[in-house]
């Protein structure tokens, strides 16, 4: 018997048992690739929920490595496949391509919840440029809900994933929780990661960058030296760090002549733990900067291919509108913005405006909303 046809007579065994298997209202399955996937909202939601009374959280990985004892159960065993099957409610935060044998699934018996996974910026789901329709339908088709961080950001989720009002929630996103928490409540594992990047600064500011990823490598970020020189002087005066974390489909950054922390492989899985140690953020078309609105700290931009990045990738908003501060396209302008940052210290009124925006709720309790709605969606057949 062929591997391939091994494979389509497992897949029409799930479709068929799944059809007939009993399923159990308050559990919660969480499909991950492995344990670097376990991470933003999926994984806070998890940390809120297996602690609530009415669930029973599960999550389902597809690799067995890394986990210890973190309580992840393998699909290619019989108590991943019978978590598999037993599962009412599912969470994900990409598309149904997060569930193993998904084509095997019945969804109609399922209710399936979308966390997503940031407060989009660029156009997602059936708001991105160049997608194929078939494609969209099949990864975000029917599920029962996905969760937004305010009204205007619903608008955006309910377009990008074609829902309607009543089934985009308005809770604020489980991964900014920690925003706010004080040190001493995070995870275990969140307080290590702290410790880690305290050491690596050694008392000195954070100027964090995150660039977002570029289809195209050759529009990627680089600083010449002279650049690198002017930046590395300003950083020093200040008693800074330049701290770099670039998206993992992109090619190592060059700064020819500047001290740089990269963190882009480091321990923290968390960019929150960054964002939680960064004085200053340095983005461009990344949400992060939409996250980091919460700890009223200073975003500058630097937005060097605006033009050309807006006409190729596309953007849901008037960026000038939305952007909490001016959009530097020059690296002069970005020096000088930044040298205002260093300065000050402090956000502006157009930032205290962006973030009543894209923040209805700064309170800490994301995940336990979503928790209050997944209570009430136990009620309904």
Not at 185 to 207: C, F, N
Not at 305 to 327: M, T
Request: aromatic letters at 12%; a negative charge.
């Amino acid at each position: 018997m062929t591997p391939h046809l091994t494979f389509e007579l497992f897949r029409y065994f799930l479709l068929i048992l799944d059809r007939l298997f009993p399923k159990t209202e308050n559990l919660l399955l969480f499909p991950v690739q492995d344990r670097q996937e376990f991470r933003d909202n999926i994984r806070f939601f998890h940390d809120s929920a297996s602690r609530h009374p009415e669930f029973e959280c599960v999550i389902l990985c597809y690799q067995k490595g890394g986990w210890n004892g973190d309580g992840a159960i393998f699909f290619h065993s019989l108590e991943g496949l019978l978590a598999w099957l037993r599962a009412r409610i599912i969470i994900i935060h990409h598309g149904r391509g997060d569930i193993p044998y998904s084509d095997s699934m019945d969804f109609r018996r399922r209710k399936l919840i979308n966390l997503w996974h940031g407060i989009p910026v660029k156009g997602i789901g059936y708001t991105a440029k160049n997608e194929d329709e078939q494609t969209l339908r099949q990864q975000f088709k029917a599920p029962r809900a996905t969760i937004c961080s305010s009204e205007l950001d619903q608008l955006a989720m309910r377009a990008s994933f074609r829902l309607p009002r009543n089934r985009v929630w308005t809770t604020g996103l489980p991964r900014n929780d920690m925003l706010l928490q004080a040190e001493n409540d995070l995870a275990p594992d969140l307080r290590e990661e702290s410790a880690w990047i305290q050491e690596k600064l050694q008392g000195r500011k954070m100027v964090l960058y995150l660039p977002t990823w570029r289809e195209e490598l050759e529009d990627s970020t680089e600083f010449t030296r002279d650049q690198c020189r002017k930046l590395s002087e300003m950083l020093e005066r200040h008693d800074a760090v330049f701290c770099v974390k670039k998206h993992p489909n992109t090619p190592t950054l060059d700064f020819d002549g500047l001290e740089v922390l990269d963190v882009s492989d480091s321990p923290c899985r968390e960019v929150g733990t960054l964002l939680r140690h960064a004085h200053i953020l340095v983005t461009d078309y990344s949400s992060a900067w939409i996250d980091y609105l919460l700890l009223d700290r200073p975003v500058v931009s630097y937005c060097y291919d605006l033009e050309s990045y807006i006409e190729n990738r596309g953007l849901l908003y008037d960026y000038e509108y939305i952007f909490p501060g001016r959009l530097n396209q020059t690296f002069d302008s970005f020096l000088a913005e930044l040298q205002k940052a260093l300065n000050n210290g402090t956000p502006d009124r157009q930032q205290v405006r962006v973030k009543r925006l894209f923040h209805k709720y700064c309170d800490g309790n994301n995940s336990r909303r979503v928790c209050d709605y997944l209570t009430s969606e136990l009620q309904v057949a």
